[in-house]
């Protein structure tokens, strides 16, 4: 079936350390791949997408992701926290053909300590 | 563009009174989705919609829940009877021909006493 994991529920970061969110996917062939951002009491915000070629995509805010193929993961990454990033960050995958519904990980909570 | 709208943003009922959610997509877009969000289950696809029509509706946990889309702007997720296990965050989304990331409208947080 179909997955996505994110494996850590909670992570905390001091300001100015760098972060990884680490997600991993099953799906039979490489799936269309992304990172939402959402903030307490807010909708989910797009990070990021990949559908193919430059396995390194910007995202908005400062982030950024790798799809690596060979681990089936597509972790996010920031280089340096800010206070205002403590949010709730889901992974999420579809299908690369035709129409297919989003498939949500469970998410990963970033605290963010001074 | 305003963004996916949702209304009303909070809304507190008692148990079995109906309850009618609002979502009004990004103008041109052509899938519409209703999520819920609990801490127990996370997010859960409800139903989606594509050019108004229901296309997957599986997610609709009983038959107390409906939506309709009567038109390309404007949709309604609807709960008769209410229960105290409907409270959540409910959220609409829309997406352009299913390619992109869908866009988020910030929900309706629904508690029900």
């Known amino acids: 079936a179909q997955s996505v994991t994110q494996p850590d529920i909670h992570i905390t970061v001091s300001e100015g350390a760098s972060l990884e969110l680490r997600c991993n996917y099953s799906y039979g062939a490489t799936p269309y791949l992304f990172w939402y951002v959402q903030s307490p009491g807010q909708g989910l915000q797009l990070l990021l997408k990949?559908?193919?070629?430059?396995?390194l995509v910007q995202g908005i805010k400062g982030f950024e992701a790798e799809f690596k193929r060979s681990q089936s993961s597509f972790n996010l990454r920031k280089p340096s926290v800010h206070w205002s990033d403590a949010a709730e960050y889901f992974c999420?995958?579809?299908?690369?053909?035709?129409?297919?519904?989003?498939?949500f990980g469970t998410g990963t909570r970033l605290l963010v300590s001074p | 563009d305003a963004g996916v709208i949702q209304s009303p943003r909070h809304e507190v009922t008692e148990m079995g009174q109906e309850v009618t959610l609002r979502c009004k997509p990004i103008s041109g877009h052509d899938y519409l989705f209703w999520y819920r969000q609990t801490m127990m289950r996370g997010l859960e696809l409800l139903i989606y919609?594509?050019?108004?029509?229901?296309?997957?509706d599986s997610g609709m946990p009983e038959d107390r829940f409906s939506a309709k889309m009567p038109n390309a702007s404007f949709s309604t997720l609807k709960i008769q009877p209410s229960e105290p296990r409907d409270s959540a965050v409910y959220f609409c989304?829309?997406?352009?021909?299913?390619?992109?990331?869908?866009?988020f409208g910030s929900g309706t947080r629904l508690t029900v006493v």
């Open positions: 990949y559908f193919s070629g430059d396995t």
């Open positions: 989304a829309s997406s352009l021909a299913g390619n992109y990331g869908y866009t």
């Open positions: 999420a995958a579809r299908g690369n053909t035709g129409f297919q519904k989003l498939v």
């Open positions: 919609f594509n050019n108004n029509v229901p296309i997957d």
